[in-house]
């Protein structure tokens, strides 16, 4: 898509950040900035990314002719499919001009949470208060940075068609700072603005140094206040004089402004930071601090309580005295107890990179924009074997849901299964064959050539071999241009596969040359087996299974005598239950923990007599609690420590072990499908059918997780971090659109 970017001016602010970072991660649209007035400081940064960039000239706070006619023409000639406008007046002008240059997709981009005369001017109030007027004729959604943000607008008067897309941050490592506790620093990074209110900060430090507590502590700590930002320096006479008539220039140091690149200078030359704002959006400096693993003190302003949670601490704004204690309570902290101070500054560093990172911005951001852009004029039929239970049913959901860009329809060989009610509900048109399983069907297939003859799709997407073979025969013959396979198993040998499987699969390799336009593949060992079978290489692509990573959330658990491990799986040989029991006793005679196992899947009850067959021994079946099939993964996950994946083949991509260390937890699996690249080097990984290795993988895990907490919950965290940056659902829909359009 091609997305321009209307803003009021380049220069520092928490909108600009968060544009450039956009501008750097997001490959999937071309993208273009105008700037209403110059190129700021941040023009030259965009520019050194290949982003085209025009200027309009206005004056601050002032609107021109020329510049307006200048925009219009940019519009026209460019012929945006989106245009991104950030903040007030860029949203008012942006908006209008874009609407009278006949562009219906408009997004609006707010910012502020509160305003009043002394934080914006009056200009910016009016404004404001015209957007809220115009909310319901020009944008067609709009993005705001906070959910306080979200709800100060709609007392505004804006329009119900707020979503919230909090800002996002790479990931990075926490500064790992081994200082001497006989010094701590304060800092605060902010411009020199009313909204920020320096005022409060230093009277509260003028009140936390009058305080008995202060002078027992800088007894044996030295104290100070590194203060830095836009216009905080010894060059501003009216901060200057503040500090000066309250006798705290023993206390403070003014360090000036700071560039992007040399931020982490700052956040290394200081323990806590602190945020004394009257009025917040999302505190860009809140979640950049707590990402370097410094720990935060922050005015309830905003969104800073939901960002800082229950890493640092939160104070009523305006308030000196409780802000003042907080600074206590910090130094308590830092001096009585350093291994909590520790592990509040990991905290902070791990609550950003799993719940703020840049691609849960640039997901929701593709997934708004997208969602205005349909064109349901280019028509996707998907054909499938059937709708129930499987990998293939669950990606072709996720699909069919999170694309918005074209029209679906669903073409089943035989019922709707468990996704009719879901499918439905999605809006998604269903067309039954109405054949019967593993049975050719005459009246069927003639039914198919009927449809694709009358319908005409643009792409046939075809799901596993069956519907490959049948589907791409009648697309082809109808001339369908543009015929995508899906082809999921790992192994195609009788021990698997049904014979009816083999024969289809090997005439599929047959006809891979001259039916299909490509070959989509969820796995590398996928890929491999089929190349091996006969498939033609080069026409087979790799789309890893993608994943809602805002639904896996990360909770910290609590911390038991009892080791709890998991096994989701449905009953197939495939899994091998046989190999977890066995791997199981041996780990019995291994550990003096205790532990229990949590079984759930399709089958995985108290009625399977073969299930219950095999987990009989003595030394397991009091520890084994059977959850049968269970619709809420979530819960499932919650209450388990380690997953275990004891498969003995036939895995492309399994879904399970990604799922698992999305919600953070850890994995063991057999090296099956794509496991090893899954886990890569944050869980272990087993030879099939080898139960004392297995039982040797959880025995180790098992004392990891008894032993060295730290260890384990950073395996924790890594799990879910490697899932949720490499696995997101948007990446998923994103290299299926470029596929179908290429």
């Known amino acids: 898509m091609k997305i321009i970017h209307i803003i009021s001016g380049l220069g520092p602010g928490g909108a600009q950040v968060v544009l450039k970072r956009i501008l750097e991660a997001d490959n999937s649209n071309s993208h273009t900035v105008i700037s209403m007035m110059d190129k700021g400081i941040y023009g030259e940064k965009i520019q050194n990314l290949n982003v085209p960039i025009y200027e309009l000239g206005f004056p601050k706070g002032k609107i021109k002719l020329k510049g307006l006619i200048k925009l219009y023409k940019i519009l026209k000639k460019e012929k945006p499919d989106v245009v991104q406008t950030w903040m007030y007046h860029a949203d008012l002008v942006g908006g209008i001009v874009a609407r009278l240059a006949g562009i219906k997709n408009i997004f609006w981009n707010l910012r502020n949470s509160s305003f009043t005369i002394k934080t914006q001017s009056l200009n910016t109030m009016i404004v404001a208060k015209l957007c809220a007027l115009?909310?319901?004729?020009?944008?067609?959604?709009?993005?705001?940075?906070?959910?306080?943000g979200k709800n100060f607008h709609y007392q505004l008067g804006y329009q119900s068609k707020m979503y919230v897309i909090n800002n996002g941050y790479t990931n990075k490592d926490y500064i790992d700072k081994k200082k001497s506790l006989s010094t701590f620093s304060f800092g605060m990074l902010a411009r020199w603005d009313p909204q920020k209110d320096y005022n409060n900060l230093l009277s509260s430090i003028a009140y936390f140094k009058s305080l008995d507590e202060f002078k027992e502590i800088s007894k044996k700590i030295k104290v100070n206040f590194v203060l830095a930002g836009h216009r905080i320096n010894e060059d501003n006479s009216k901060l200057r004089k503040i500090i000066n008539d309250l006798k705290i220039n023993d206390l403070v140091k003014l360090v000036g402004d700071y560039n992007e690149e040399d931020i982490d200078d700052f956040y290394k030359s200081i323990d806590a930071h602190v945020l004394s704002s009257r009025s917040e959006g999302f505190p860009n400096v809140i979640a950049e601090s707590m990402r370097a693993g410094v720990p935060n003190i922050s005015t309830k302003v905003g969104d800073a309580e939901k960002i800082i949670n229950d890493t640092g601490w939160i104070v009523e704004p305006r308030n000196k005295i409780k802000l003042a204690n907080a600074f206590i309570e910090a130094l308590e902290m830092y001096k009585n107890n350093e291994s909590e101070w520790e592990k509040l500054k990991i905290k902070s560093n791990k609550r950003i990179n799993l719940e703020y990172n840049i691609s849960k911005m640039i997901d929701s951001f593709n997934q708004l924009w997208n969602s205005s852009n349909k064109n349901k004029g280019f028509k996707i039929f998907h054909i499938i074997s059937g709708l129930g239970s499987g990998g293939a049913q669950t990606i072709l959901a996720r699909l069919v849901k999170n694309e918005k860009k074209f029209s679906h329809t669903i073409i089943s060989f035989i019922d709707f299964g468990d996704y009719e009610k879901f499918f439905k509900k999605e809006g998604i048109k269903l067309i039954k064959l109405n054949m019967k399983k593993g049975k050719f069907s005459l009246k069927g297939f003639l039914t198919l050539c009927k449809i694709i003859k009358e319908e005409r799709p643009d792409i046939i997407q075809t799901w596993m071999y069956h519907a490959d073979f049948l589907g791409g025969l009648v697309g082809r013959f109808y001339k369908i241009e543009k015929i995508f396979w899906n082809i999921r198993n790992s192994n195609l040998k009788r021990e698997w596969a049904s014979i009816s499987t083999i024969v289809i699969s090997r005439i599929c390799a047959y006809l891979s040359n001259s039916i299909p336009t490509k070959i989509i593949s969820c796995s590398k060992k996928s890929k491999d087996v089929h190349i091996e079978f006969g498939y033609k290489e080069e026409k087979i692509s790799i789309i890893n299974n993608g994943y809602d990573?805002?639904?896996?959330?990360?909770?910290?658990?609590?911390?038991?005598?009892?080791?709890?491990?998991?096994?989701?799986?449905?009953?197939?040989?495939?899994?091998?239950?046989?190999?977890?029991?066995?791997?199981?006793?041996?780990?019995?005679?291994?550990?003096?923990?205790?532990?229990?196992?949590?079984?759930?899947?399709?089958?995985?009850?108290?009625?399977?007599?073969?299930?219950?067959?095999?987990?009989?021994?003595?030394?397991?079946?009091?520890?084994?609690?059977?959850?049968?099939?269970?619709?809420?993964?979530?819960?499932?996950?919650?209450?388990?420590?380690?997953?275990?994946?004891?498969?003995?083949?036939?895995?492309?991509?399994?879904?399970?072990?990604?799922?698992?260390?999305?919600?953070?937890?850890?994995?063991?699996?057999?090296?099956?499908?794509?496991?090893?690249?899954?886990?890569?080097?944050?869980?272990?990984?087993?030879?099939?059918?080898?139960?004392?290795?297995?039982?040797?993988?959880?025995?180790?895990?098992?004392?990891?997780?008894?032993?060295?907490?730290?260890?384990?919950?950073?395996?924790?965290?890594?799990?879910?971090?490697?899932?949720?940056?490499?696995?997101?659902?948007?990446?998923?829909v994103k290299k299926y659109i470029n596929i179908w359009e290429s």
Request: proline share 3%; glycine share 4%; hydrophobic share 40%.
């Open 549 to 732: 990573t805002s639904q896996m959330i990360f909770k910290n658990k609590n911390r038991d005598k009892i080791f709890k491990i998991g096994m989701l799986a449905r009953w197939d040989p495939q899994k091998d239950y046989l190999n977890l029991a066995k791997s199981l006793i041996h780990f019995n005679k291994l550990t003096k923990r205790k532990w229990i196992v949590y079984l759930a899947g399709d089958k995985i009850d108290k009625n399977n007599k073969k299930l219950l067959e095999i987990f009989e021994h003595k030394e397991l079946k009091n520890n084994i609690i059977y959850d049968g099939m269970i619709s809420d993964i979530a819960s499932f996950f919650d209450k388990i420590d380690l997953h275990i994946l004891s498969s003995a083949g036939n895995e492309g991509f399994p879904n399970v072990v990604a799922e698992a260390m999305g919600f953070g937890v850890p994995c063991i699996s057999t090296d099956v499908g794509d496991s090893k690249y899954i886990i890569d080097k944050y869980g272990w990984l087993v030879p099939v059918k080898s139960p004392k290795e297995l039982a040797n993988k959880i025995n180790l895990a098992s004392e990891e997780y008894f032993l060295n907490e730290s260890e384990w919950e950073n395996r924790r965290f890594n799990s879910r971090n490697h899932v949720t940056s490499k696995f997101t659902l948007n990446n998923m």
């Open 134 to 148: 115009l909310s319901k004729i020009i944008p067609k959604k709009i993005i705001i940075n906070s959910y306080e």
